[in-house]
């Protein structure tokens, strides 16, 4: 970080508010994958949490966008545009 003069900033203990929308994805990653999968790698869990963070990222709906996938939004902006 140093290296790069990126201002670290921490959150204060106990105050973990501060920050919830990470803390909001640290809940979900802690429920929908890590309390609910036995890994036998390393290798097994680098692959499992790729596949989490792909659906997370791309297949669920998210309200912010209506309630659509990022995929469909995007396809759907596209679209718009072209209309244009």
């Known amino acids: ?3 790069r003069r990126i201002d670290w ?9 501060q920050n ?3 803390e909001s994805f640290n809940g979900k ?5 890590l309390n609910e ?4 790698t390393l290798c097994d ?7 989490w963070q792909e659906d997370y990222s791309w297949r669920r709906p998210h309200s912010a966008l209506g309630n659509m996938t990022p995929m469909e ?7 718009d545009k072209m209309a244009a």
Request: hydrophobic share 40%; proline share 5%; with cysteine.
């Open 1 to 3: 970080m140093q290296q």
């Open 9 to 17: 900033h921490y959150i204060a203990p106990g105050k973990p508010q």
């Open 20 to 22: 919830g929308f990470i």
């Open 29 to 33: 990653l802690r429920d929908e994958c």
């Open 37 to 40: 999968t036995l890994f036998g």
């Open 45 to 51: 869990a680098q692959n499992m949490l790729e596949e």
């Open 73 to 79: 939004f995007l396809q759907r902006r596209a679209m």
